[in-house]
């Protein structure tokens, strides 16, 4: 009994010292490691490092074409740590959260549209270090509710956690994003169940796996109640042989409920070969301006090739259509506006698009006058109970069904304008 308890003894004395004096020797170490990590972030700057005994703190300044915005740190040395979710061993744990003092005006203004004055950061960067050469990062954004004259919006937080090791080769985790409800004067305009995902990413080698799964979603809308289920998103990615990317997605809706007689969605998009600058050109394009606002001039400036198929079901039939483009850009400083020729946005392009539809599903749908246009045409060809068209460009060239047409032609059947 002697032996045991002078052995436990030794043990607990043995842990005790470890805690006290390993710190020193880690701290030292997390803070090279810091550095590190800090020189892989595009535009940061290292404010302050301030390292104790037990922890550090750090400041460090992230700028950006909108302004400079800071971020503050709170860092554990190892071997003990006090994590959100409970103590830990590890080598290291930080909390990073936004400086509501110093944030970036259009930041500061997005973030307050939702969350009205900012007395402490929404959101919180998690990273856990273990000791077996595995890091954590948890990203939380704070739930919120906000109301004003349009209505009450709620949101149930959200939270992507990204596992990797010490090199950041292979990085794997998953996401979820809270309730989102939208409701005016009582009643309910919005709502969606909570959203789930995995993520597998490859950085060297430029592999990417995203899946996100949404259950429910559903809207009042102008024609009606709209219901979505089941939705699924599968984006896959990876590096082509000349440093391009190859991407894919998919968009599942294979039960929809609404006033009109669609029942299923399918959308395939692959871009075969695009680099990272004209990609990151189109999503910022496309993503921070308004619909109404955006210059397509402007837009359509960088190449881009990409294959897209479309499958609609209905009560009436199916819908499909299949695009294949090979865009070249408007050249610099050549780009007129969109009214002086028809032609020109034809002449950077080679591709086609196949259409086929059920004549009921097309005859019974927001698009019957310009179907009926296309047909009195002779545009849009029938075949059995489907009516089709082909429509082939060649730099210029214009072909549908197989004849060559003037391309103002065209646009006037699909704008609805008859000739």
Known sequence: MKLLRLTAIIVVALAVAITLTAPGFVGAKVAEVWQQQLARLRGGEMAGYERGWFGASARTR????????ELLSQIQHGPLLFTAGGPRIGVAYSRTRLSTEHLAKPLRTQLEQFYGRLEHSPVVLESLVGVDNRVRNTVRLEPFTRSDRGGELTFGGAE???DTDYSGAVIQGFLKVGQLRRERGGREELVTDTVTGDIRLVPRQG????????PRLRAETESGPLELRDLVLQVDGQLSPGGNLQLSSELSLPQ?????????VLHRLKLADVSMADLGHYISALALTPAGRRDWQQILVRPLKLQQQLVVESVNGPILMDLDADWAGFAAGNRRSAASAADQWLAPLVGSVTFSASEKALLQSP???QAMLLRRYGLLLTSGDELQMLVQV???????????????????ALLGRPG
């Open 367 to 369: 698009l019957v006058a």
């Open 207 to 214: 592999d990417t796996e995203l899946s996100l799964y949404l």
């Open 62 to 69: 992230v700028a950006s074409g909108d302004g400079t915005t």
């Open 394 to 412: 060649n730099r210029g060239k214009l072909m549908v069904n197989g004849q060559q047409l003037p391309p103002e032609a065209l646009l006037a």
């Open 160 to 162: 992507l956690v990204l």
């Open 256 to 264: 929809v409920q609404s006033a009109t007689p669609v029942t299923s």
